[in-house]
């Protein structure tokens, strides 16, 4: 089993900044693949970014580059997310997601934090 403490949702105005963190216990074993994905009220949930731990490999969507980036400390198996210039547009809820990647695990998700971009 995985848990799974994330932090850092808020509210804030356009322009201003975040960080998000998740950190996961349980059954964990490097190389693994953690990342934020979010969903706004009627739409899809979408990959944020990810990134696999020991490599430091990341991905991000295309309307989140060049404002965030997300990164790992693997000795304490948490991920962060720095969001700079928010958007109304990234107001939704953000998961956590973690899976092992040797040998290729089940998904885990994380409760979600809140993100709320409005003046």
């Known amino acids: 089993q995985v848990r799974f403490v994330e932090s850092g949702g808020g509210l804030v105005q356009p322009g201003e900044s975040l960080r998000l963190s998740c950190a996961v216990t349980g059954a964990i074993r490097s190389p693994y693949l953690m990342g934020w994905h979010r969903q706004a009220p009627g739409k899809q949930r979408e990959l944020v970014a990810n990134i696999i731990s020991d490599s430091g490999v990341t991905n991000y969507v295309d309307s989140v580059k060049g404002r965030f980036i997300i990164s790992t400390d693997n000795a304490r198996n948490t991920i962060y997310l720095q969001m700079n210039s928010l958007k109304p547009e990234d107001t939704a809820r953000y998961y956590c997601?973690?899976?092992?990647?040797?040998?290729?695990?089940?998904?885990?998700w994380g409760q979600g934090t809140q993100v709320t971009v409005s003046s």
């Open positions: 997601r973690f899976q092992s990647q040797r040998p290729l695990g089940p998904y885990y």
